[in-house]
């Protein structure tokens, strides 16, 4: 036991945490800890103890106790882990609102220039200063909604210099704001309109040039692609990840989200350590994941504000294949322009049919350990970082009714109060 308690934090009305550092698989993922009247005592940026109030107290004994800190009967979870973002773009798209609601489908909206490509344009001409401060913006949003960990793709870059700009914004973010951010290269995320009718050239640019850069710089600790009809086939998807890894870099993919292509497949082909959206993913595709230990992050806000009235298998994964179902916002400036976790939450309970228990360790253990971390974070055990939410909610299903509003009062990050009545502190 640690000589000096930094942090105690008392007045726990009901901690809930998913126990361990290992993905929970199907069933596995309803089965949480929960304990009333809790404490957690905190040195430096580690968790000590955890438990009922008064085992916290006997276990700590009398090491000296730097600050207590009473959070009111409140309810208290692992900081929660958003793994798949774009975080740091240029511009804005409401523009594309009018067309999308008209029905205009996305790939067609991509098609004339618009989509992805708009923000292209604007993330090329942006400065580093311009978009870091856009991202912080954002990346503030994420954290008073109890987010502490968060993955950021590149890919609206297209080009070398303008990648390796969006994966050093990324990198300055981790250095400087309390919630760590986790970089992934994503160059093959579009076609560029230079390299239009070209795609075969443009991953031959991928590969050959930006990759080696990447992982010179150690820019990324992961390599994504858009395996999607009329972006990237499933072989050029199989050429980057390959690549990718040869490079030291972790493939995930975004996979099956519109037309079943084998993006399912690919993933656990490659190894991938995530498979994300996969709302057309068929049962070979998902006995793939699950026969190759790939975590499938599912993005139900991207559904919602498409207007789609289909969603990923949630219910299938979790009971039929057993996969460690993770969530996320897949916060990004076209088809979900949301920074709020909590209101995939709300989503993964209406559309997903998920319960409270599976949302919160797909938000929490099993989005660490798509993102490589669950030995570090997405549990509250001692010797886990002390990344914690404190929700002004009694239990956890209050999250998913009460919905539309920010549950968060407040936030500790490596041991350190972060947000406090709200707020950013
Ligand atoms: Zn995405």
């Known amino acids: ?6 942090l105690l934090v008392t007045g726990i009305g009901r901690l809930v945490t998913p126990p361990g550092n290992s993905p929970r698989f199907g ?21 000590v103890s955890v438990g009922t109030e008064a085992d916290v107290r006997a276990e700590i004994g009398d090491a000296q106790v730097v600050e207590t800190l009473d959070v009111g009967g409140r309810l208290v979870v692992p900081g929660l882990v958003d793994p798949h973002t774009h975080l740091v773009h240029g511009g804005t798209r409401e523009n594309e609102l009018a067309l999308k609601r008209s029905g205009v489908p996305y790939l067609e909206i991509l098609a004339q220039g618009g989509g992805i490509l708009s923000t292209v ?6 400065s580093e200063d311009d978009l870091y401060a856009k991202a912080r913006k954002s990346l503030d949003e994420m954290l008073r909604q109890g987010v502490t960990t968060v993955e950021a793709k590149s890919g609206y870059g297209l080009t070398t210099g303008d990648e390796l700009k969006q994966l050093r914004v990324a990198k300055q973010l981790h250095d400087t704001h309390p919630v760590d951010v986790v970089s992934t290269f994503m160059g093959a995320h579009a076609v560029p309109p230079e390299y239009k009718g070209r795609t075969d050239e443009y991953v031959d640019l991928v590969v050959e040039e930006m990759l080696p850069r990447v992982a010179e710089e150690q820019l990324a600790e992961f390599c994504d692609v858009f395996c999607e009809h009329g972006v990237f086939s499933v072989e050029q998807s199989r050429r980057i990840l390959l690549e990718g890894k040869r490079n030291g870099l972790i493939p995930k993919l975004h996979a099956d989200e519109i037309e079943p292509l084998g ?62 179902v993770a969530l996320s916002t897949d916060y990004n400036p076209g088809s979900c322009p949301t920074e709020s976790i909590q209101l995939i939450i709300m989503l993964a309970s209406l559309n997903l049919k998920m319960t409270p228990e599976e949302i919160l360790t797909a938000c929490t253990i099993n989005a660490a350990n798509a993102l490589g971390r669950g030995f570090d974070i997405g549990s509250l055990e001692p010797g886990k970082r002390a990344d914690l939410a404190i929700f002004d909610a009694p239990n956890l299903a209050y999250l998913p009714y009460h919905f539309g509003i920010n549950h968060t009062f407040g936030v500790i990050k490596n041991g350190r109060v972060a947000v406090w009545g709200g707020n950013i502190s």
Do not use: C, W
């Not at 036991?1 to 930094?6: V, Y």
């Not at 993922?29 to 905190?42: C, L």
């Not at 344009?121 to 942006?126: L, Q, W």
């Not at 497949?265 to 998902?286: N, P, R, Y």
């Open 263 to 324: 993006g399912a497949e690919l993933a656990g082909e490659v190894g991938a350590i995530s498979a994300e959206h996969l709302l057309a993913a068929t049962d070979e595709g998902l006995k793939e994941l699950a026969d190759n230990g790939v975590i499938p992050v599912l993005l139900p806000g991207t559904s919602f504000n498409l207007g789609l009235s289909t969603h990923a298998r949630a219910r299938d994964m979790i009971d039929r294949y057993e996969l460690p």
């Open 1 to 6: 036991m640690a000589e000096k308690i930094d």
């Open 121 to 126: 344009k604007s993330t090329r001409a942006a």
């Open 27 to 47: 069933a596995q993922m309803r089965d949480v800890r929960e304990i009333e009247g809790a404490a957690v005592a905190i040195a430096g940026d580690r968790i």
